[in-house]
C-alpha cells in the first residue's frame, strides 16, 4: 500500500498525529472517518482541505466514513469559534445533510469494488439516546479536569461570550460517534481540522477505556492565504461548492485569483496532480508569472471536481465573455453572475424589443448621444452580446434579449453595461 501519511505530509495536508505509531499502522488497510457539520446546505471550499485528505486515504486502499452530523450539527462545535452558534433544527439539519451527501459524491467513491466510501448521520444512534443513559454510558468515562483543560474551552471560558453547557458537552457527543464507528464499523482512525485535536483524543480515551482498543487520530491544518486569510472566503463572502450558491464562475475566478505566493501550495493540496506536474508548473509560473498558467491549472482542476466537465466549459465560457467571446449558449442567470460588478439599466420590454440599437445605447448611458453611438458603429465599436454592431439602422430583435430578460452592450474591449429587461 502507498504510505498514506508520507503522501499528506508531502501535500502539505498534515499537521499532527496522536501517535508515532500511526504511519506504522497504516502501511494496512485501516477504516478511516471525518465528520462534516450541516451548518449549511453546502460544503464550503474551506472543508475541501478535509475532503482531500479523505480521498487519498480512500486512494491508498483504506475504507473511508463521512459522518454528516445530523445530531451534533444541532448542538454545534465550539471549536475555534468565539461566540455560540444559532441552533438549528431538525428539519434544517436534514435538508443540509442531504446537501452534504450531494457534494461528497463528486470526491469519495462510493462504487469502489473493494472499499466503497459510506456516508452515515450520527442522528441514527444519537437522537435517540436518553440523557440519563448517556450521562451513565458516556459521561462518567470523562473526567471535569481534562474537559476544562482543553484549547477549545479554555479559550471560550477566558471570553466575555463564556460557553454553554450544551456547547461544553459537543466533545462527549463527537467522542461517542467515534466509539459508534469502532464498535459498528471497525473504524480506527479519525481525522479533522487541527482544531479538532481535544475531540478526536476524547474519542480515543473513551475507546481505550470503554473497550480496550486502540484508536488513532490525523490533524490536518487550517489552511489560509499568504496574506493570513482564512482559504474558502472570497470577499467576505463564503464559498460554496453548491452553484446555486456560489456560482461556477465565481468559484472559478476564486481559483484564478489565487496569489503567486499560494499557487504552488495550493496545487498540492486541492488537485491529485502528480508532483512533477506541480513543480513543472511552478517553474512557469516563476518564468512567466503574467501567463498564470498554475492559477488556470488549479482553477480548472478543482472546477472540474467540484463542478464537472459541464461546469468547467461553463465557467470558461463565462470567463471568456468579459474578453469579447460570444455569449451563445450561455443562460441569463450565468451572465448576471458574470456581470455582478457591470453597470446596469432596466427597461421595460417594449423599449428594447425592437429598439434600434443606437438609441438603447444613448437612452442607457452607454454612448453620450445617438450621434457618437452612430459614430461607434461606423468605426465597429458598439457590441449587442459581443457581436459587433455593423449597420446603424441595426435593431434590437427577441432573439437578442437572452432569456428574455438582459441585453449586453459593449464599446470598446472591456466597457460594458448590462440591459435588464423588467
Known amino acids: 500500500m502507498e504510505n498514506v501519511i508520507r503522501i499528506l505530509r508531502e501535500r502539505g495536508l498534515l499537521d499532527d498525529v496522536t501517535s508515532a505509531g500511526v504511519e506504522d499502522f497504516l502501511r494496512k488497510p485501516a477504516t478511516v472517518y471525518a465528520g462534516f457539520d450541516p451548518s449549511a446546505e453546502s460544503l464550503q471550499a474551506g472543508n475541501l482541505v478535509t475532503v482531500m485528505a479523505l480521498a487519498h486515504f480512500q486512494r491508498c486502499g483504506h475504507r473511508v466514513i463521512a459522518v454528516v452530523g445530523g445530531a451534533t450539527g444541532m448542538i454545534g462545535d465550539p471549536s475555534g469559534k468565539s461566540g455560540e452558534r444559532k441552533l438549528l433544527d431538525a428539519e434544517a439539519v436534514r435538508r443540509n445533510a442531504e446537501g452534504i451527501r450531494e457534494n461528497l459524491s463528486r470526491f ?6 473493494k472499499a466503497p466510501a459510506v456516508i452515515v448521520n450520527n442522528h441514527d444512534w444519537l437522537g435517540g439516546f436518553g440523557l440519563i443513559e448517556f450521562l451513565r454510558d458516556v459521561g462518567k468515562h470523562f473526567r471535569m479536569g481534562a474537559m476544562l483543560g482543553r484549547e477549545s474551552v479554555k479559550a471560550r471560558l477566558s471570553s466575555e461570550a463564556g460557553m454553554s453547557f450544551t ?36 474519542g ?3 475507546i481505550r477505556r470503554v473497550r480496550g482498543g486502540e484508536a488513532y487520530g490525523v490533524t490536518i491544518p487550517l489552511v489560509c492565504d499568504s496574506a493570513g486569510r482564512k482559504f474558502g472566503k472570497s470577499e467576505g463572502n463564503a464559498l460554496y461548492l453548491d452553484s446555486g450558491k456560489t456560482s461556477v464562475f465565481d468559484f472559478y475566478q476564486f481559483f484564478v485569483r489565487t496569489e503567486d505566493a499560494d499557487v504552488e501550495r495550493f496545487l498540492k493540496i486541492f488537485t ?17 508569472p503574467e501567463k498564470r498558467a498554475a492559477q488556470l491549472r488549479l482553477a480548472a482542476e478543482v472546477t472540474r471536481a467540484v463542478h464537472g466537465e459541464e461546469g468547467l466549459h461553463t465557467a470558461r465560457r463565462s470567463s471568456a465573455v468579459l474578453f469579447g467571446e460570444p455569449m451563445e449558449g450561455l443562460s441569463a442567470d450565468e451572465l448576471l453572475g458574470v456581470m455582478a460588478d457591470v453597470p446596469a439599466a432596466e427597461c421595460r420590454l417594449p423599449e428594447v424589443d425592437g429598439r434600434a440599437v443606437v438609441d438603447l445605447a444613448a437612452d442607457t448611458g452607454v454612448c453620450a448621444s445617438k450621434g457618437a453611438a452612430r459614430r ?14 455593423t449597420d446603424v439602422a441595426a435593431r434590437i430583435a427577441a432573439s437578442d434579449i437572452i432569456d428574455g430578460r438582459i441585453v449586453v452592450l459593449r464599446t470598446g474591449k472591456k466597457n460594458y453595461r448590462l440591459i435588464k429587461v423588467v
Open 108 to 113: 469519495l467513491d462510493f462504487e469502489h469494488p
Open 167 to 202: 456547547e461544553f458537552s459537543y466533545q462527549l457527543l463527537q467522542a461517542y460517534d467515534f466509539l459508534k464507528l469502532f464498535d459498528g464499523h471497525g473504524c480506527t482512525v479519525q481525522i479533522g481540522g487541527s482544531d479538532q485535536w481535544g475531540n478526536i483524543t476524547a
Open 204 to 206: 480515543i480515551e473513551l
Open 272 to 288: 491529485f496532480l502528480p508532483p512533477d506536474d506541480i513543480e513543472a508548473l511552478s517553474l512557469a509560473a516563476r518564468a512567466e
Open 376 to 389: 461607434l458603429v461606423e468605426g465597429g465599436g458598439l457590441y449587442v452580446n459581443n457581436r459587433r454592431v
